[in-house]
């Protein structure tokens, strides 16, 4: 079992509405998950982080976390053709006093005009 | 402007060749990373240091090595006994502790001739 899994994609939806982008993870002791933003050819660029159970808003980006299902997801409101990027997700496994942060393969977003 | 910076962004390398790339960060952070991108895949850890003159093998070291002697800088060979060195490989920064976040470099895309 992967330690971190995502859909590939690729996920479409038209311009405005709301992208739901999800990822589920393994080990039930981790504490810190991420999500990057992938422009292809370029390198990850932070969108959000989330550390606690509930949502967590960023502007038009939401993070939603619940470690009891293992499963956190980013919502994107209004979304723009300039959100159609790969979107990768993050989860932190802490080992003695060294963190590894697990990527899963990512999302294709691309929002139509 | 603080932040990390790659170079070259693009770098090919002949049969047999050690080839060298070049990570640099002005952010004051105390751990380095250094992962391999290849497409469908997610980032892959090869090394990783949490502070100077240490470093740790990540999970596809082999065929790599690396140094850490200023807290600045973090350079990657690759050596001629990674076989299959193609893939964009992306250098990454974090204060350290937990719940850390990572910042990526621009990356260098490494060729075989």
């Known amino acids: 079992q992967k330690e971190v899994e995502q859909n590939s994609g690729p996920l479409s939806v038209p311009e405005g509405a709301i992208a739901s982008l999800n990822c589920t993870y393994s080990d039930r002791g981790s504490q810190s998950f991420f999500w990057y933003r992938q422009y292809s050819g370029k390198s990850p660029e932070l969108i959000m982080f989330?550390?606690?159970?509930g949502d967590k808003e960023d502007g038009r980006f939401t993070a939603q976390l619940n470690k009891a299902s293992q499963y956190v997801s980013l919502l994107i409101r209004d979304s723009q053709p300039s959100d159609s990027a790969t979107y990768l997700c993050?989860?932190?496994?802490?080992?003695?006093?060294?963190?590894?942060?697990?990527f899963g393969t990512g999302t294709l977003l691309a929002v139509q005009p | 402007d603080g932040g990390i910076t790659q170079s070259p962004k693009y770098l090919f390398r002949k049969e047999g060749q050690n080839v060298t790339l070049s990570c640099e960060q002005n952010?004051?952070?105390?751990?380095m990373y250094w992962y391999r991108q290849d497409p469908g895949q997610g980032l892959r850890l090869i090394y990783y240091?949490?502070?100077?003159?240490?470093?740790q093998k990540g999970d596809i070291a082999e065929g790599y090595s690396v140094s850490r002697e200023k807290k600045e800088s973090f350079p990657l060979t690759v050596t001629s006994a990674q076989k299959n060195p193609t893939a964009f490989y992306l250098c990454?920064?974090?204060?350290?502790?937990?719940?850390?976040?990572?910042?990526f470099g621009p990356g260098t895309r490494l060729l075989v001739l």
């Open positions: 989330i550390y606690s159970n």
């Open positions: 240091s949490q502070i100077v003159n240490d470093f």
């Open positions: 990454a920064s974090s204060s350290g502790g937990h719940q850390e976040t990572q910042y």
């Open positions: 993050a989860v932190t496994l802490y080992g003695g006093a060294t963190n590894k942060l697990i």
């Open positions: 952010l004051n952070h105390d751990a």
